[in-house]
C-alpha cells in the first residue's frame, strides 16, 4: 500500500455479559456474595462535554482538485507530491484530480465530490460572495521569489515576443491578444480592469484568443501566433527558473498587481474539525523535512493562513468591470 492510499481502520475486542457471568460462577462467586465496594455501580450517562473534547477520526477519504497553479504544467508532479505528504499527516487516502476545468471544480466543491482544490482567485471571491458558506479559505503559498516581498500575492504579467517592438499595452491596438480563461484573475479579470482604467474598451484589439491556458498562451505569443497576453507570473517564473516550456521566448512588458495569489480551499461539506487538520498539515509543511523538500521543487517559501480580505483586490476590480458594463475584452 503507498503512503497516498493508507487508510486507518480501527477494531475493538468485545467481551459479552454472559461470558463473565459463566467465569463468575466457576470460581463460585455471586453478585451477592461480593462485598458493596465491590460490585459495579450503575451506569452512568456521560456527560456531552466528554464527547465533544474526543479528538475527532481522520477523513477516510480527501480528493484534490486544481485550477490554478503556483507551478506550470511542468511542474504538476509537485501536487501528487502534496497530496502524499498529506496522507502521511492526516492518516487518509489523499487522491489528486486532474483535468477538470474552473467551472467542473466550482461544481464539484458543491456537491462534496472533491474536499480540497487550489483555485484562483476570482472564482473563489465570486463562490464566496455568492455563498459564504460554500468554500472556506484553508491557506495561500508565499513565494520565494523577491518581487513577491514574503507576501501571499502575485502579478499578471504582459509578455510579448522578444524580438517584439511593442513596448506597453497601448502599443498593441489593432494586435491580437490571447488569454487563458475568462475566470482566471490574471489572465482576464486584471488585465479587462487595466483596460478599463486606460479607456481601451471599444474593440481595442484586433482579434481575442481564448486559449485554455497560460502555458499555451505563452507558446502562441513565442510562436508568433498571437502578439500578447497578461499570464500568471506564477507559471512564467517557474519555467523561467526550471528552463521548461516556452517562457525563455518571451518578455515581459508590464506587470499588474500585486494580487491576492490563488488559494487552497475546502468545500463548505467538510466539518470544521476535518478543515482544520488540513489546514494545519499545510501550515507546517516548512517545518517538516519532506514537506520543505516539495515546497522548495515548487519555488515556494510557505503556507499561510489567508482571510477573505486578501482578495479584496480581485473583487474590486471585478465588480468595477461589470458596473461599467465592460465585461469582455476585445
Avoid at 481502520?9 to 451477592?32: E, I, W
Avoid at 518571451?250 to 488540513?278: C, H, T, Y
Wanted: glycine share 6%; net charge positive; aromatic share 8%.
Amino acid at each position: 500500500m503507498t503512503p497516498a492510499r493508507a487508510v486507518l481502520r480501527f477494531s475493538k475486542r468485545r467481551y459479552p455479559l454472559a461470558r463473565m457471568a459463566t467465569l463468575l460462577v466457576s470460581l463460585g462467586v455471586s453478585a451477592a456474595s461480593l462485598p458493596a465496594r465491590a460490585q459495579a455501580p450503575a451506569p452512568k450517562s456521560a456527560p456531552a462535554a466528554a464527547t465533544s473534547k474526543s479528538t475527532p477520526a481522520p477523513p477516510t477519504k480527501v480528493r484534490m482538485a486544481m485550477t490554478a497553479a503556483f507551478v506550470s504544467e511542468s511542474g504538476m508532479p509537485v501536487y501528487g507530491r502534496i497530496a502524499t505528504y498529506l496522507s502521511k499527516k492526516l492518516g487518509s487516502e489523499v487522491s489528486f484530480i486532474t483535468g477538470q476545468s474552473y467551472g467542473e471544480v466550482d461544481k464539484m466543491l458543491d456537491a462534496g465530490a472533491v474536499e480540497v482544490a487550489f483555485v484562483c482567485g476570482l472564482p473563489y471571491v465570486l463562490k464566496h460572495d455568492a455563498n459564504k458558506d460554500s468554500v472556506h479559505l484553508l491557506a495561500a503559498p508565499v513565494m520565494k521569489a523577491a518581487r513577491y516581498g514574503k507576501k501571499p500575492k502575485y502579478f499578471s504579467d504582459l509578455i510579448v515576443r522578444k524580438d517584439s517592438k511593442f513596448k506597453k499595452l497601448e502599443d498593441l491596438r489593432g494586435a491580437t491578444f490571447v488569454y487563458n480563461e475568462e475566470a482566471s484573475n490574471s489572465g482576464y479579470n486584471l488585465p479587462r480592469y487595466k483596460m478599463l482604467k486606460l479607456g481601451l474598451t471599444q474593440g481595442f484589439f484586433g482579434k481575442v484568443i481564448r486559449s485554455g491556458s497560460h502555458e499555451e498562451s505563452i507558446r502562441l505569443v513565442a510562436t508568433g501566433k498571437a502578439d500578447a497576453s497578461y499570464v500568471d507570473s506564477l507559471v512564467i517564473d517557474f519555467d523561467r527558473e526550471t528552463g521548461n516550456g516556452w517562457a525563455s521566448e518571451v518578455k515581459v512588458l508590464d506587470s499588474l498587481g500585486p494580487a491576492g495569489i490563488p488559494p487552497v480551499v475546502v468545500s463548505g461539506k467538510v466539518s470544521a474539525e476535518v478543515r482544520q487538520r488540513i489546514k494545519q498539515a499545510l501550515l507546517t509543511m516548512n517545518k517538516d523535512p519532506d514537506g520543505r523538500r516539495i515546497l522548495d521543487d515548487a519555488l515556494v517559501e510557505r503556507f499561510v493562513e489567508v482571510d477573505d480580505s486578501n482578495y479584496d483586490d480581485v473583487r474590486q476590480q471585478y465588480q468595477a468591470a461589470v458596473k461599467a458594463g465592460f465585461t469582455t475584452i476585445k
